[in-house]
């Protein structure tokens, strides 16, 4: 049987969100650690479902994929001092890895989410992925342009210039993808759907949709390397 998430979890990140403070967690921390441990099991058994399509997913674990629960605060008028939700990414190089990769988000009411591809990679990197979108823009809108990756991902998200990038004409074919400085693919998950039997399908489902426009964005940043 799947790993599946517990409702306890969500119950937790729940109260997370609504009783941000150190006493609180602190009163918490069992549950914390008890949601925290659930939430690695299903990355666990993620990561070997995963090797079938995606060789990144051999040699890792679910507790080192994990963002840490503690916000930094330091610059942030925000001063919660805690994150709301999980969040994992699986990478070549691990979860701080600059690589398109697959995030997985584990919050509460119905705001946790499954994505890929590059978020705000380095200017080398940035220029190096715009460049091969603009030579095979085919290629890349046969990805994200077709019918079973809209079912996963309507549309792609990330932020995005609002002038023209630097040595690309405003005319050009590909000018819409190439505004980006990320390229995301998201789909927004319910909290019925995180909690369901076939959780780990739907993720899995996502993942795979999404593995061709990562192995795109993947391509020209291994030939810099070389």
């Not at 605060?73 to 600059?98: C, L, M, N, Q």
């Not at 759907?193 to 996502?206: G, I, P, R």
């Amino acid at each position: 049987m799947a790993a599946t998430i517990q409702k306890n979890t969500l119950e937790f990140l729940s109260s997370l969100k609504e009783y941000n403070s150190r006493e609180w967690f602190a009163e918490h921390k069992p549950a914390y650690e008890a949601a925290r441990k659930d939430f690695i099991l299903f990355l666990e058994e993620l990561l070997e479902n995963m090797q079938v399509f995606e060789p990144i997913a051999y040699g890792q674990q679910g507790k080192d994929l994990v963002f840490r629960i503690y916000r930094d605060v330091r610059f942030s008028h925000d001063k919660r001092p805690y994150k709301d939700h999980f969040g994992a990414f699986i990478a070549e190089g691990g979860r701080k890895s600059t690589k398109p990769g697959y995030y997985l988000h584990l919050a509460a009411n119905n705001q946790s989410f499954v994505a890929g591809g590059l978020w705000m990679p380095p200017a080398e990197d940035l220029k190096a992925v715009r460049q091969e979108i603009d030579y095979n823009l085919d290629t890349f809108k046969g990805i994200v342009e077709s019918i079973d990756f809209k079912k996963h991902f309507p549309e792609l998200s990330g932020e995005q210039l609002k002038t023209t990038p630097k040595g690309y004409d405003k005319d050009n074919p590909a000018i819409t993808y190439l505004r980006f400085k990320s390229w995301n693919a998201v789909k927004m998950l319910t909290d019925q759907e995180v909690l369901s039997s076939n959780f780990m399908d739907t993720v899995l489902d996502a993942f795979r949709t999404v593995k061709p426009l990562n192995d795109f964005l993947l391509q020209p940043l291994l030939d810099i390397g070389e």
